[in-house]
């Protein structure tokens, strides 16, 4: 089954609710409040230029991934991207991450970015952590105890960069 990503509209958030708020109730990989609405599900992902978000879906359809991306601070700190990436637990495992984050890397280079930082991958989520490392993205620290697992308790954040230099 082939794979497209395309721009994300409001009508993906919808599809998108369900699977967010799963992988937010998991406790291992974002910080979120639990519970939100689709809407206010939307209203953080779908933001305005020079954010972009971007959507994975099958042939059919299905809605297998978001990710978006933008300058990960304004003014003199708005040539460095940021990015965030979901895939539907029924997708895992699939290489949607993988398709994701090529293509973000592709378009942040594209927009003139000069590089990409994650500010918060939490350390136990090992398959991040191996797929960003895999892309080029280096740990450049890890702030000890600063997400509580669900699973694990307090654990690391890693802050992970790749120059586009």
Known sequence: MGVQ????????????????????????????????SDAEIEALWLLPAPWRTVVAVDDDGALLGVAKFGPNHPNRGAHIANASFMVNPAAQGRGIGRLLGEDVLRLARESG???????????????????????????????????????????????????FD
């Open 5 to 36: 990503i395309r721009d994300a509209v409001s009508a993906d958030f919808a599809r998108f609710g369900p699977f967010f708020r799963a992988i937010v109730a998991d406790g291992e990989s974002y910080n979120y409040p639990e519970n939100l």
């Open 113 to 163: 970015y000069r590089g990409m930082q994650f500010n918060a991958v939490v350390e136990t989520n090992v398959a991040a952590v191996k797929l960003w490392q895999s892309l080029g993205f280096e740990i450049m620290t890890t702030i000890p105890g600063s997400f509580q697992s669900q699973r694990h308790g307090y654990v690391g954040l890693h802050i992970m960069f790749q120059s």
